[in-house]
């Protein structure tokens, strides 16, 4: 049985397949972002996409008329930055198979792309990958380089359907390598820990959005936050509805659910 869940303080949305899909919007996204502002919610982005940077985020946000503050986004590339930042104090050369926006990420953290003599092979999404990118990365895992997935979404949203995502690129390197990855991306909890500590909530009294059981879902629950599917992205609703321990709301979309976050405690 469902518990009776409290009016949420803040929410953490995903981006992919909950805002957008690809370039377009879901929904009229300034009036759902003036909606959580009335209902006194505070609100920050994190999705496992590492293909951006934070700042490309937000003027992806700002060409759809929605203004935020820096701190309001999280990526994997940020919780992957933190992670290496940890393990390797000083930063020093990664080999990167990720777009331009994970490069940023990571440069701004002090690791910085190479092709030899690394510390670590980060992987994530990368729509301009060739077979020689991922020969040369394999090779660097053989050879003792660290093995870091920004995220393990096998799949990513797009307006043509599903396409191959970060995790079907770690899965082929993964089976060349005879490595298995550390992951940082959801479901793993530290891009929720960064989220929830620039809230300043807890995780029971923030709500967490996401379109993806097995990464947005099975992650926010990890850390006991309360849980919205929107049916918009990738799973459907009939995994919803089976999905153990049952997800707090179920909504076609983003509108849909702030629609009824809004007569339920507005």
Known sequence: MKKNRQKPQALILDMDGVLWRGSQPLGNLPAIFDTIRALGLRVLLATNNATLSRDDYLEKLRKLSVELERWQVV???????HFL???????GAVFIVGENGLAHT?????????????????????????YGQLGAA????RSGALFVGTNPDRTYPTPDGLMP???????????????EPI????????????????????????LIVGDRLDTDILGAQAIGAQT????????????????????????????????ELRVKFG
């Not at 990526?75 to 930055?81: F, I, L, M, R, Y």
């Not at 930042?85 to 930063?91: A, D, L, N």
């Not at 394999?138 to 895992?141: M, N, V």
């Not at 459907?236 to 979309?253: F, K, L, T």
């Open 138 to 141: 394999a090779r660097a895992i």
């Open 228 to 259: 919205a599917l929107v049916l918009s992205g990738v799973s459907d609703e009939q995994s919803a509805r089976s999905w153990q321990p049952p997800v707090d709301y179920i909504a076609r979309d983003l509108t849909a659910l702030i629609e």
């Open 183 to 206: 992951i940082i991306g959801k479901p793993s909890p530290e891009m929720y820990r960064v989220a929830l500590e620039r809230l300043q909530t807890t995780p029971e009294t923030t």
């Open 165 to 179: 995502g970060a995790g079907a690129v770690i899965a082929f390197l993964r089976a060349a390598s005879d490595v």
């Open 75 to 81: 990526n994997s590339g940020d919780a992957t930055a």
């Open 106 to 130: 990571l440069a701004e953290a002090g690791f910085l792309k190479a092709d030899a003599d690394v510390l670590a092979v980060v992987v994530g999404m990368d729509r301009q990958l060739s």
């Open 85 to 91: 930042k940890q393990k390797f104090p000083t930063g």
